[in-house]
T-cell receptor
Framework: GENVEQHPSTLSVQEGDSAVIKCTYS??????FPWYKQELGKRPQLIID?????GEKKDQRIAVTLNKTAKHFSLHITETQPEDSAVYFC????????????FGQGTRLTINP | DTAVSQTPKYLVTQMGNDKSIKCEQN?????MYWYKQDSKKFLKIMFS???????INETVPNRFSPKSPDKAHLNLHINSLELGDSAVYFC????????????FGPGTRLTVT
């Protein structure tokens, strides 16, 4: 199938705390897992991605972990700041036929000062 | 230098009208996409073109017709607009189908009254 399930749909954390968003994919052939951030009224932009040959990738305060056996991957944001407030989307390619990126349903993250 | 641009940014029109949205990318990418983002923020692919050839056509009403005059441009024409067409439409481009970063345009907010 081509489903990507993302949880939670909304997440509210105190500034300075950590936030974790999880996604599950169904296409076992998927090998690329990006995360996009969409600020209010703006376009989605890639913030981090991981390929299936590694289990974790970090970029300053954000990290992505991948469990290929369980077919899930997660976004971790540490030391959250107000500018982290946005909608976050995970995605995974559906390899059957013409490849396309299937997006999760999105998580609205709110950082409370 | 804008990587992916779309016009217009806002479009307000009445039911039954026909409208077009234009998209251009100056990244030299081979693949371009149209996405629809509804009020719940779901990002759903509509069409994808690779080197001017249609490769993805999701279950979109045939009132929607994409056109790619060259690989840097992908336009979307919508006939007989309906209330349910109200959404934000994003154009995007990438070098690798489904496997690399997708660069999104600023979006076109379409409101059908």
């Amino acid at each position: 199938g081509e489903n990507v399930e993302q949880h939670p749909s909304t997440l509210s954390v105190q500034e300075g705390d950590s936030a974790v968003i999880k996604c599950t994919y169904s296409d076992s052939a998927s090998n690329y897992f990006p995360w996009y951030k969409q600020e209010l009224g703006k376009r989605p932009q890639l913030i981090i991605d991981i390929r299936s040959n590694v289990g974790e990738k970090k970029d300053q305060r954000i990290a992505v972990t991948l469990n290929k056996t369980a077919k899930h991957f997660s976004l971790h944001i540490t030391e959250t700041q107000p500018e982290d407030s946005a909608v976050y989307f995970c995605a995974s390619p559906y390899i059957q036929g013409a490849q396309k990126l299937v997006f999760g349903q999105g998580t609205r993250l709110t950082i409370n000062p | 230098d804008t990587a992916v641009s779309q016009t217009p940014k806002y479009l307000v029109t009445q039911m039954g009208n026909d409208k077009s949205i234009k998209c251009e990318q100056n990244l030299g990418h081979d693949t371009m996409y149209w996405y629809k983002q509804d009020s719940k923020k779901f990002l759903k692919i509509m069409f994808s073109y690779n080197n001017k050839e249609l490769i993805i056509n999701e279950t979109v009403p045939n009132r929607f017709s994409p056109k790619s005059p060259d690989k840097a441009h992908l336009n979307l024409h919508i006939n007989s607009l309906e209330l349910g067409d109200s959404a934000v439409y994003f154009c995007a481009s990438s070098q690798n189908r489904g496997q690399g970063e997708q660069y999104f345009g600023p979006g076109t907010r379409l409101t059908v009254t």
